[in-house]
């Protein structure tokens, strides 16, 4: 049984969970502190970047080095204002999340991890405050790679030192609000599962070729059906 597991890979922002723009508010903050800098962002492409992408969009508007201590400079008021910023903020967690992660962790043949853009520590913020930061063992984040396209062989290979197994490449499910998941997941040989409850719609995902598609994740004997198999969703 245990060659036979299934690997779960969640994005955060428009899949997870929406934090009211939170994040873009904190990096907003956090560049106006550290660097003196006020930019309301207006120029910064978020959807599906990795916070060190969108560290040196903002850094390359204002010809700031990008530099490990600019970086960490930058990032360290980051999730200061996170912190604060997120109890502020009308976000939630999206529909049937919950219901999904709590039907996956219940089964002994799937794992459940993060794929993210954010780094570790404001992933940590926004999943806490939402109450799901526990359903996860692990993750690949920002810290790991500026490019989302390196994050999924991390992930896996965190999945493979926990659990002693290998995951085929048809098992390994990449959850993604965005165009930028979806190559994430084909760039790393995975399933690519895409969710329009972020930035796109179900057309504009389509366009990319997902191998699955939904509206939402809402419908959670749906979508564990339509992953797992009928098995799954009996399960
Ligand atoms: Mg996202």
Redesign the pocket.
């Known amino acids: 049984m245990a060659a036979g597991k299934k690997l779960f890979l969640f994005?955060?922002?428009?899949?997870l969970l929406l934090t009211g723009r939170a994040g873009e508010h904190a990096l907003r903050l956090g560049l106006k502190e550290r660097f003196g800098i006020e930019d309301d962002l207006s120029g910064i492409s978020f959807?599906?970047s990795t916070d060190g992408a969108i560290a040196r969009q903002m850094f390359g508007a204002h010809d700031i080095p990008v530099t490990p201590e600019n970086l960490a400079d930058l990032f360290d008021g980051y999730v200061h204002h996170l912190a604060h910023e997120l109890p502020q903020r009308e976000g939630r967690v999206l529909p049937g999340i919950v219901e999904l992660l709590d039907a996956l962790h219940a089964r002994e043949d799937c794992v459940l991890g993060l794929l993210t853009g954010n780094i570790e520590k404001g992933a940590e913020l926004k999943l806490s405050h939402y109450g799901v930061w526990d359903y996860f063992e692990f993750g690949a984040f920002a810290d790991d790679h500026v490019d989302r396209n390196q994050l999924g062989p991390v992930a896996h290979a965190r999945a493979v030192e926990r659990h002693g197994i290998t995951f085929e490449g048809r098992d390994v499910y990449v959850l993604?609000?965005?165009p930028k998941?979806i190559a994430c997941a084909r760039a790393a040989g995975f399933v690519a599962v895409a969710i329009a409850t972020?930035g796109y719609t179900v057309g504009e995902l389509a366009a990319h070729e997902p191998d699955h598609l939904f509206e939402s994740l809402a419908d959670t004997r749906g979508v564990m059906a339509e992953l797992l198999g009928e098995a799954g969703a009996a399960a």
């Open positions: 994005d955060i922002d428009g899949t959807a599906g993604g609000d965005t998941d972020g």
